[in-house]
């Protein structure tokens, strides 16, 4: 059974630090990997899908990379912003099924 | 194109009453997931369909729950009786498909389930 942990469950950065959100994964059989933003009382919005074969993916002030052999992503977020805070979800798609393995979250405060 | 609509956004009631959600799914998209969060969880899958047919409902507790998908499109997650650990967001999400590109899932807001 896959399992996803996502370390530290909170954080709080000072606008302008760039963000560092760890993923780990049991189960190297994946898919892809996908990262979420989830802000209160709202859906997830996708952030970035990366590939089994990628290493990484780049949207604007996001990057993700993914080391599948070590079962571990890294959400980088530069020059954080106050817009920035929610919580980021990472999840995993397995092979076979592509059910997706989803992690607790971590909740993200940029103070002003 | 319109997103994933859910509705209602909001529900409160008494344990042992019954409840339903409703979801709407991106045109054209023939996968449709429910899933449960509990505040402080990630999304935990209860029922996936592929047209109008279950895929998966392994962690759907069926004494309670019930989902259908008549014809292929919108979608209603039912909860009769209600118990007070039901309580969670619940989320619909559909995609293209399941394989391949096509997989990659859209969530909607969300219906947020208070059971007192």
């Known amino acids: ?3 996803v942990t996502q370390i530290p469950a909170a954080l709080s950065v000072p ?53 599948k052999s070590s079962g571990r ?28 393995s989803f992690g607790a979250g971590t909740t993200v405060t940029v103070r002003a | 194109e319109a997103g994933v609509a859910q509705s209602p956004r909001y529900k409160i009631i008494e344990k042992r009453q019954s409840v339903a959600f409703w979801c709407n799914p991106i045109s054209g998209h023939a996968t449709l997931y429910w899933y449960q969060q509990i505040l402080g969880q990630g999304p935990k899958l209860l029922i996936q369909f592929q047209n109008n047919g279950v895929v998966d409902d392994s962690q759907l507790p069926k004494d309670r729950f019930s989902a259908e998908r008549l ?15 039901d309580s969670a967001v619940y989320l619909c999400a559909s995609s293209l498909g399941l394989a391949g590109l096509y997989n990659e899932q859209f969530f909607g807001p969300g219906t947020r389930l208070t059971v007192l």
């Open chain 1, 1 to 3: 059974k896959q399992e």
């Open chain 1, 15 to 67: 606008e302008g630090e760039n963000l560092v959100l760890n993923c780990s994964f049991t189960d190297s059989a994946i898919y892809n990997l996908q990262w979420f933003r989830q802000d209160p009382g709202k859906g997830l919005t996708s952030l970035l899908l990366i590939q089994s074969s990628q290493r990484e993916q780049t949207s604007g002030r996001l990057n993700a990379s993914l080391d």
């Open chain 1, 73 to 100: 992503s890294t959400l980088y977020i530069a020059a954080s912003q106050p817009g920035d805070s929610a919580t980021y979800l990472c999840a995993v798609r397995r092979r076979g099924d592509y059910k997706l």
């Open chain 2, 71 to 85: 014809k292929g499109v919108d979608s209603t997650l039912k909860i009769q009786p209600a118990k007070l650990e």
